[in-house]
């Protein structure tokens, strides 16, 4: 073989999307019986054969060079512009016997092309499969009207929400999400807000009226922050009624703090959103429910509904389980969020899917901070139903008789309370509260919080009795 065919094979490597061995890919393609005839098949086996050992030697020496595309000989480490090419060898050359150095100079272009293959693999860009099922977001056909905008939605709030776990002497309480209302540029400290149920370490009993849940405020809480690094929070305050804690954190980076819905409403399209152990985003479709608490709820929840084939991302791949088991965990104080990103609700799962909407959240979150770390609420002493949540035979029934198609029905009175001592009964109807038409239990619960922020801004202190004037039928 003669130098000027070398140069020629080796220059033409470099140029194919596959490095080839150099003089034997030159053979193939350069040779004069490569324009002949197919029957000159018996002269290119006699050139193949006429290759000595020592041409062979020469043919190994320049396929290493080449082959050096699939790794560095010289450097360990991974250098991100060099290219990666797939070695290749013509069939010609795979026999051992006859062409050994130019098989082991392959071979071993081969090794070190896939490991630097895996190297490249380990890249944030090109992750490998996940181990969680995809989101509603992927392959739920009728979410595809707004999967686009759902997606910018979840992207944009998914930055405000973070995972906590607590434990107490060392033993794990609970764990749940939250989101970050507040941060501080001077002392780096960021507040979170999430759900009691983090620091609650007695719940006896489901009925949420009889207030015999524990709370214990020296637990030690874990705030699990994006970047996989975790910091320790500062117990500030909890609110029982709504199930509301606030955290302090010290945290060095500027944190995303979300924006709330200003109305949330029946019917509408919404993602509740929370992240598992590992932190992967849980996302789960579903569709704001507005309907009459059961006796033992509070009055202030609005409701989630969802289909069971709006998937969880958090489910196994290979072992999917059912939607009810796993529904139980995991998003407890995380976001619904609606198709702009802002948050409707926190979630607070008790025995429904229930979240405290953002009407009540922002009311919440605003006393907070303006009384000294302070949710105050008015307690009536009575439960509700509404009527426009009625069926309509129902309402229209009311009207008929009674020209009464909206308000609030006295489901209990409580023993000794100042309603009782007015005469109000169960099946009494409050059509209006403080001289406003009030239709349903959220808007009761607005209204009661603006009582409140009303006496303090008045001057008012906690604990003391608010005159308030109530219709009723």
Same mark, same amino acid.
């Given at each position: 073989? #003669?130098?000027?065919?070398?140069?020629?094979?080796?220059?033409?490597?470099?140029?194919?999307?596959?490095?080839?061995?150099?003089?034997?890919?030159?053979?193939?393609?350069?040779?004069?019986?490569?324009?002949?005839?197919?029957?000159?098949? *018996?002269?290119?086996?006699?050139?193949?054969?006429?290759?000595? %050992?020592?041409?062979?030697?020469?043919?190994?020496?320049?396929? $290493? %060079?080449?082959?050096?595309?699939?790794? #560095? #000989?010289?450097? #360990?480490?991974?250098?991100?512009?060099?290219?990666?090419?797939?070695?290749?060898?013509?069939?010609?050359?795979?026999?051992?016997?006859?062409?050994?150095?130019?098989?082991?100079?392959?071979?071993?272009?081969?090794?070190?092309?896939?490991?630097?293959?895996?190297?490249?693999?380990?890249?944030?860009?090109? %992750?490998?499969?996940?181990?969680?099922?995809?989101?509603?977001?992927?392959?739920? $056909?009728?979410?595809?009207?707004?999967?686009?905008?759902?997606?910018?939605?979840?992207?944009?709030?998914?930055?405000?929400?973070?995972?906590?776990?607590?434990?107490?002497?060392?033993?794990?309480?609970?764990?749940?999400?939250?989101?970050?209302?507040?941060?501080?540029?001077?002392?780096?400290?960021?507040?979170?807000? &999430?759900?009691?149920?983090?620091?609650?370490?007695?719940?006896?009993?489901?009925?949420?009226?009889?207030?015999?849940?524990?709370?214990? &405020?020296?637990?030690?809480?874990?705030?699990?922050?994006?970047?996989?690094? *975790?910091?320790?929070?500062?117990?500030?305050?909890?609110?029982?009624?709504?199930?509301?804690?606030?955290?302090?954190? $010290?945290?060095?980076?500027?944190?995303?703090?979300?924006?709330?819905?200003?109305?949330?409403?029946?019917?509408?399209?919404?993602?509740?959103?929370?992240?598992?152990?590992?932190?992967?985003?849980?996302?789960?479709?579903?569709?704001?429910?507005?309907?009459?608490?059961?006796?033992?709820?509070?009055?202030?929840?609005?409701?989630?509904?969802?289909?069971?084939?709006?998937?969880?991302?958090?489910?196994?791949?290979?072992?999917?389980?059912?939607?009810?088991?796993?529904?139980?965990?995991?998003?407890?104080?995380?976001?619904?969020?609606?198709?702009?990103?802002?948050?409707? !609700?926190?979630?607070?799962?008790?025995?429904?899917?229930?979240?405290?909407?953002?009407?009540?959240?922002?009311?919440?979150?605003?006393?907070?901070?303006?009384?000294?770390?302070?949710?105050?609420?008015?307690?009536?002493?009575?439960?509700?139903?509404?009527?426009?949540?009625?069926?309509?035979?129902?309402?229209?029934?009311?009207?008929?008789?009674?020209?009464?198609?909206?308000?609030?029905?006295?489901?209990?009175?409580?023993?000794?309370?100042?309603?009782?001592?007015?005469?109000?009964?169960?099946?009494?109807?409050?059509?209006?509260?403080? !001289?406003?038409?009030?239709?349903? *239990?959220?808007?009761?619960?607005?209204?009661?919080?603006?009582?409140?922020?009303?006496?303090?801004?008045?001057?008012?202190?906690?604990?003391?009795?608010?005159?308030?004037?109530?219709?009723?039928?």
């Amino acid at each position: 073989m #003669d130098e000027s065919h070398r140069g020629k094979a080796a220059e033409e490597g470099d140029s194919g999307p596959h490095s080839r061995a150099p003089g034997a890919a030159k053979k193939r393609d350069s040779s004069p019986d490569s324009e002949a005839s197919p029957g000159s098949e *018996t002269e290119r086996e006699a050139k193949k054969k006429r290759i000595s %050992p020592g041409e062979e030697m020469e043919l190994a020496q320049l396929a $290493r %060079p080449e082959m050096r595309g699939a790794g #560095d #000989d010289h450097q #360990d480490e991974f250098t991100p512009k060099s290219p990666i090419s797939m070695p290749y060898i013509p069939d010609e050359l795979k026999d051992p016997t006859a062409y050994p150095a130019t098989l082991a100079a392959f071979e071993e272009a081969e090794v070190k092309y896939n490991a630097k293959l895996r190297r490249r693999y380990r890249l944030f860009s090109l %992750p490998r499969e996940p181990e969680v099922a995809p989101s509603c977001l992927v392959h739920q $056909r009728h979410l595809l009207p707004i999967r686009e905008p759902a997606k910018k939605a979840v992207l944009r709030a998914a930055k405000s929400i973070v995972r906590l776990s607590s434990s107490v002497d060392g033993k794990p309480l609970a764990s749940c999400c939250g989101l970050w209302i507040d941060w501080e540029k001077e002392s780096k400290t960021g507040i979170v807000l &999430t759900t009691a149920h983090l620091i609650r370490s007695k719940h006896p009993t489901q009925n949420h009226w009889e207030g015999t849940d524990e709370y214990n &405020t020296k637990s030690n809480v874990i705030v699990h922050l994006l970047d996989g690094t *975790t910091a320790d929070a500062h117990y500030l305050y909890h609110q029982e009624h709504y199930d509301l804690a606030f955290f302090k954190v $010290r945290v060095v980076e500027q944190v995303e703090l979300p924006l709330f819905s200003d109305s949330v409403h029946c019917g509408q399209d919404v993602f509740r959103l929370g992240r598992d152990d590992h932190m992967n985003l849980r996302i789960t479709h579903g569709r704001v429910e507005d309907r009459n608490p059961v006796i033992y709820e509070r009055h202030h929840y609005m409701y989630f509904l969802h289909q069971k084939n709006d998937c969880l991302s958090h489910q196994k791949k290979d072992n999917y389980i059912s939607h009810e088991k796993n529904d139980e965990c995991d998003d407890d104080g995380g976001s619904v969020i609606d198709l702009d990103g802002k948050v409707s !609700g926190l979630v607070n799962k008790n025995l429904e899917n229930s979240f405290v909407p953002s009407c009540i959240l922002d009311k919440c979150v605003d006393l907070w901070r303006k009384f000294r770390c302070c949710i105050p609420r008015l307690h009536l002493g009575m439960k509700f139903s509404s009527i426009k949540f009625l069926d309509p035979i129902q309402i229209e029934n009311m009207w008929r008789m009674y020209k009464i198609e909206d308000g609030l029905i006295v489901k209990e009175v409580s023993k000794e309370s100042h309603a009782e001592k007015l005469g109000i009964c169960i099946g009494d109807i409050i059509e209006r509260f403080n !001289g406003e038409r009030v239709s349903t *239990t959220v808007e009761l619960e607005n209204m009661l919080l603006d009582r409140c922020r009303d006496h303090l801004d008045q001057g008012g202190q906690l604990n003391e009795k608010i005159d308030v004037s109530v219709s009723y039928f």
